[in-house]
């Protein structure tokens, strides 16, 4: 039988080390076994009652990395804000030193630079001892937030437990990792993750404001000659702050890559009645749009409503639902190939 949960007040909405809180005397091994826990690695657990998602995985990684390493990549555009850039099961994406060799541990994906060629590195440890914002860690059933950002002293580091034992200051900052700048987490995500994805989360963090395409720009001139600098710029020619989901991301990257006309994000039409939709993907000298899945709805009017009221002000629409374009992309590809011949472009 599972012992019946313990949750001493100061381990609450935590993430921390196993083996701290034993020494300490806040629980037992038996009492970490109970459903008040979660385990997330080797000796790291946390408050079960925490949700399981990107942050969390980050946070437990953060435990047990040396304080030279920085979430990046994908995982830092997930602390930033960009939800759909990393799951709770997903590898956590972290950078270090060239010259650190760090041991295998599940759950992590490891990237070395050299220290005088990262300017991903160089700015998240900088941003160790300034300012800078910070991002909530939300909590169910009404629990404090936890948030990523500077303690009170201005350090803003992934704090390792203390040799002496679990303190309620070690509490506070264990397991709150150092990120990299959304400008940097851009270019790292270009470089290693596939295309599709990679722009589907450039596309967000431009949407959302965290970086800038002058910002991108410069990181790219910036990096270049470095590994996967051409495939960055690539990736970042191809971002377009317009888009609303991954999916509708993935569908414009999809068509410009099968030798389609780059089509316009969220392209606002006005119709006769002086009401301004816009549709998802058009190609406005075409006036040929693509509606993707209808789960976005326009403030005065439902997804049907809209493709009609674009039908009648002499738009030729085409729905996409998700479904298609994960198993009948090129059935999807036929019709906006015909639909854009039809009024005109040749290819």
């Known amino acids: 039988m599972p012992p019946p949960p313990h949750r001493p007040g100061v381990l609450a909405w935590q993430v921390f080390r196993g083996s701290d809180a034993i020494r300490q005397g806040l629980v037992t091994e038996h009492q970490l076994r109970s459903s008040a826990w979660l385990r997330l690695r080797h000796d790291v657990y946390a408050d079960a009652r925490l949700d399981r998602d990107h942050a969390l995985a980050c946070r437990a990684a953060a435990l047990r990395l040396p304080p030279e390493a ?15 850039a990393a799951s709770f099961a997903d590898d956590v994406h972290v950078l270090v030193p060239r010259t650190m060799r760090l041991g295998p541990q599940r759950g992590l994906r490891v990237h070395s630079m050299g220290p005088a060629t990262s300017p991903s590195y160089a700015s998240a440890r900088s941003r160790g001892t300034g300012g800078g914002p910070s991002t909530a860690i939300r909590q169910p059933d009404g629990g404090p937030s936890t948030a990523i950002r500077q303690p009170s002293g201005g350090r803003r580091t992934a704090v390792l437990p203390s040799p002496g ?142 493709i009609a009221t674009l039908v009648s002000a002499g738009w030729l629409v085409l729905p996409v639902t998700s479904r298609r374009l994960r198993q009948d992309f090129p059935g999807v590809l036929r019709e906006v190939r015909a639909a854009l011949g039809a009024r005109g472009w040749r290819q």
């Open 165 to 306: 034992g679990l303190r309620v200051a070690d509490l506070r900052t264990a397991g709150v990792p150092v990120v990299t700048d959304p400008t940097s987490a851009a270019w790292e995500t270009a470089v290693w993750l596939e295309p599709l994805r990679a722009v589907g989360i450039v596309d967000s963090l431009l949407r959302q404001g965290s970086t800038s395409r002058e910002a991108l720009a410069d990181v790219a001139d910036r990096n270049a000659d470095r590994p996967g600098g051409r495939r960055a710029r690539w990736v970042f020619g191809l971002a377009d702050p317009g888009a609303r989901s991954p999916a509708e991301s993935e569908l414009r990257v999809r068509l410009v890559l099968a030798g389609l006309p780059r089509p316009t994000a969220r392209h606002p039409v006005r119709v006769a009645s002086g009401l301004v939709l816009h549709a998802d993907l058009a190609w406005p000298a075409y006036r040929v749009a693509v509606a993707q899945d209808g789960q976005h709805a326009e403030a005065r009017g439902g997804h049907l409503d809209r």
């Open 70 to 84: 920085v979430v990046a990549g994908p995982s830092a555009a997930y602390l930033h804000g960009v939800e759909h």
